[in-house]
Nanobody, 125 residues
Framework: QVQPVESGGGLVQTGGSLRLSCAAS????????VAWFRQAPGKEREFVAT????????WYTDSVKGRFTISRDNAKNMVYLQMNSVKPEDTAVYYC??????????????????WGQGTRVTVSS
């Protein structure tokens, strides 16, 4: 089974950029649909973006459309979340999640079997 490992979180100012990375441990990511979720303090985990395994179709939650981009590099066994024009409301712990195959879109945490430990993003105003 695959084990996602996130990195790249940190402190960023409003309007700035940050790139999160998700590495696959154990197996290659090429046969997995991968998503980013986030959880702010006191809130439920919410869907951010997903990319399918087969043709790299992508879906985003409305609040990040036009600002965030999810991408994958199967040769490097990596999935990325490029975050631009960040806002204080983007502050959260960001999680990378994976599920085997699938056609997408999968936007519920229950639809993913494998989760990373999370990386914290703090946007200062």
């Amino acid at each position: 089974q695959v084990q996602p490992v996130e990195s790249g979180g940190g402190l960023v100012q409003t309007g700035g950029s940050l790139r999160l990375s998700c590495a696959a441990s154990g197996r290659t990511f090429s046969s997995y649909t991968v998503a980013w979720f986030r959880q702010a303090p006191g809130k439920e985990r919410e869907f951010v973006a997903t990319i399918t395994w087969s043709n790299s179709n992508t879906w985003y939650t409305d609040s990040v459309k036009g600002r965030f981009t999810i991408s994958r590099d199967n040769a490097k066994n990596m999935v990325y979340l490029q975050m631009n024009s960040v806002k204080p409301e983007d502050t959260a712990v960001y999680y990378c999640a994976a599920r085997f195959l699938g056609t997408g879109p999968y936007m519920s945490p229950q639809e993913y079997n494998y989760w990373g430990q999370g990386t914290r993003v703090t946007v200062s105003s």
